[in-house]
């Protein structure tokens, strides 16, 4: 078995290699030295997770991102949109065109925080629960 072979990804004259050759009769691609890196696989099972969670949620059509603010506001009900972009690290602006996707589908809510007329208190509608 050669190097190249290896750093490929699929053994030679194994069934995954024959099924995917026969199939696309595609040459092996050689990833050289990205198979020495965690972070190219941590990024590889990354995407599989999000196509997985996006093909489970489908149905629903909630993406992971919209999950996340989802749950955050559900177990926080009234938190601002400032400390919920600020915990989940997403950019204000595009936490603010989420919201508004969220709150047209009637799953999230902004009403007048109790304690800072600027801001408004997040959470969940009984649908969004």
Do not use: C
């Amino acid at each position: 078995m050669t190097e190249g072979a290896i750093k490929g990804g699929t053994l030679p004259g194994s069934s995954v290699a024959a099924s995917q050759s026969g199939r696309r009769n595609r040459r092996e691609i050689d990833l050289d030295v990205l198979t020495q890196h965690l972070g190219y696989f941590l990024r590889r099972a990354q995407v599989w997770v999000f196509q997985d969670f996006i093909k489970t949620l489908s149905a629903i059509d909630l993406r992971p991102a919209q999950y996340s603010v989802m749950v955050v506001i559900g177990a926080n009900p009234g938190l601002s949109q400032a400390e919920l972009a600020e915990r989940l690290a997403i950019e204000r602006a595009r936490l603010v065109h989420m919201l508004d996707h969220l709150q047209k589908r009637g799953l999230t809510e902004r009403l007048p925080s109790p304690t800072d007329r600027r801001t408004h208190a997040l959470q969940l509608t009984r649908e969004g629960q």
